[in-house]
């Protein structure tokens, strides 16, 4: 079974540009969490999704934004960034119900200058 | 405030030797307890979990361990090898259907050949 899937891999962009990020779960997985990880902060939950809907938010500004879509994909974007927002952009996959575990996708690496 | 303390940065260990991984939460609410190993420029793979209505849990060479009262969680690895050499993160779920990881800021295992 392939493994959650990320794209792109690497990205950079301009202080004050928009970025989308896209996340693939593993087949069979309604649930998609986004976390951020950053060297002064560690692995940071952002969101996460089910059957198209946000259950839970962290502590991120409103320009951090995602959505979920039918078949379970999911993107989440980041508006008017900021050279803080570099980090290690990572997506992981659950099947949801009593079963907690999640898988994590390889990350998006995200470079703000 | 941290809610999940790894409190070792580094551990360095004998490959064939036992490995002890620990880690201490605050958050009562916490029901649910992962483990993840991460390789640099990788997502974190899943290694193993335990539920709060146990104390043990085992699979294979890795064994996790919960002691609720003292809110400390350890993760030992039997015997250890140098491909376990990686970076160890402990996470916390709170509460029934919430899919929010709480990561500790990890302890990077070396496990000397």
């Known amino acids: 079974k392939a493994g959650v899937t990320q794209t792109p891999r690497y990205l950079i962009k301009t202080r004050g540009q928009q970025v989308t990020l896209s996340c693939s779960p593993i087949?069979?997985?309604?649930?998609v969490s986004w976390y951020q990880q950053t060297p002064g902060q560690g692995l940071q939950f952002l969101f996460e999704y089910f059957s198209e809907t946000q259950r839970n938010k962290g502590n991120f500004p409103g320009r951090f934004s995602g959505r979920q879509f039918s078949n379970s994909r999911s993107e989440m974007n980041v508006s008017t960034l900021e050279l803080g927002d570099s980090a290690l952009y990572l997506c992981?996959?659950?099947?949801?119900?009593?079963?907690?575990?999640?898988?994590f996708g390889p990350g998006t690496r995200l470079t703000v200058t | 405030d941290q809610q999940v303390k790894q409190n070792s940065p580094s551990l360095s260990v004998q490959e064939g030797r036992i490995s002890i991984l620990n880690c201490d939460y605050t958050n009562s609410m916490f029901d649910y307890f992962l483990w993840y190993k991460k390789y640099p420029a990788e997502g974190p793979t899943f290694l193993i979990s335990?539920?709060?209505?146990?104390d043990k849990n085992e699979d294979g060479r890795f064994t996790v361990f919960l002691n609720k009262s003292a809110k400390h969680l350890s993760l030992h690895i039997v015997p250890s090898q140098p491909g376990d050499s990686a970076v160890y993160f402990c996470a916390a779920i709170a509460g029934a259907g919430s899919y929010q990881l709480t990561f500790g800021k990890g302890t990077k295992l070396s496990v000397i050949p």
């Open positions: 087949s069979g997985h309604r649930s």
């Open positions: 992981a996959s659950s099947l949801g119900g009593l079963r907690y575990e999640q898988y």
């Open positions: 335990i539920s709060s209505i146990k």
